[in-house]
T-cell receptor, first 116, second 114 residues
Framework: AQKITQTQPGMFVQEKEAVTLDCTYD???????LFWYKQPSSGEMIFLIY??????QNATEGRYSLNFQKARKSANLVISASQLGDSAMYFC?????????????FGSGTRLSIRP | DTGVSQNPRHKITKRGQNVTFRCDPI?????LYWYRQTLGQGPEFLTY????????KSRLLSDRFSAERPKGSFSTLEIQRTEQGDSAMYLC????????????FGEGSRLTVL
């Protein structure tokens, strides 16, 4: 069975500092994909970044990067130079080996609060 | 704007009533997912479709929940004999066969069961 674990219910970070949000996963699928989504207080789910299990390099999208450690089954999100607008819930998610036709499951989330 | 619309946005009902939510993705979204989210928690997988075929349904779902996607376009999620524990945000998301398969979420339908 697939499982996503986010162990940080909440985090406080000073503006302009970097922050790492933890995500570990469990799957027996040989191929899978990992996502991070942001959910501001307004409620919409915003896709941030994707990492395929066979990708050779860690994914990056602007200030977001994914620290993928396959052997440890971890896919941590790193946000550089945090901004007040980064305050939100962040969810890690995983897709299984049926490729883009697989179901996608989410972790319980981390609430990130940026202090001015 | 993700192109995924959900209706109604908010539904208040009495315990024991049936409710139906509708999701309209864009035409390119051949896959459609339903999730349930309670306050402060992550989206909980309910079911998903590839075109009109329902590929998987969560074992957590009781028989009171049913979903359809006729003709592979819009989808409906029906909850029969609602219970107070069904109160939640119901999220719909669409995607197509891109390399990542990222989900494009609607704004959700909030259910309150009195």
């Amino acid at each position: 069975a697939q499982k996503i674990t986010q162990t940080q219910p909440g985090m406080f970070v000073q503006e302009k500092e970097a922050v790492t949000l933890d995500c570990t996963y469990d799957t027996s699928d040989p191929s899978y994909g990992l996502f991070w989504y942001k959910q501001p207080s307004s409620g919409e789910m915003i896709f941030l970044i994707y990492q395929g299990s066979y990708d050779q390099q860690n994914a990056t999208e602007g200030r977001y990067s994914l620290n993928f450690q396959k052997a440890r089954k971890s896919a941590n999100l790193v946000i550089s130079a945090s901004q007040l607008g980064d305050s939100a819930m962040y969810f890690c998610a995983m897709r299984g080996s049926r490729g883009s036709a697989s179901k996608i499951i989410f972790g319980s989330g981390t609430r990130l609060s940026i202090r001015p | 704007d993700t192109g995924v619309s959900q209706n109604p946005r908010h539904k208040i009902t009495k315990r024991g009533q049936n409710v139906t939510f509708r999701c309209d993705p864009i035409s390119e979204h051949n896959r459609l997912y339903w999730y349930r989210q309670t306050l402060g928690q992550g989206p909980e997988f309910l079911t998903y479709f590839q075109n009109e075929a329902q590929l998987e349904k969560s074992r957590l779902l009781s028989d009171r929940f049913s979903a359809e996607r006729p003709k592979g376009s819009f989808s409906t999620l029906e909850i029969q004999r609602t219970e107070q524990g069904d109160s939640a945000m119901y999220l719909c998301a669409g995607t197509w066969g891109s390399n990542t398969g990222e989900l494009f979420f609607g704004e959700g339908s909030r259910l309150t069961v009195l």
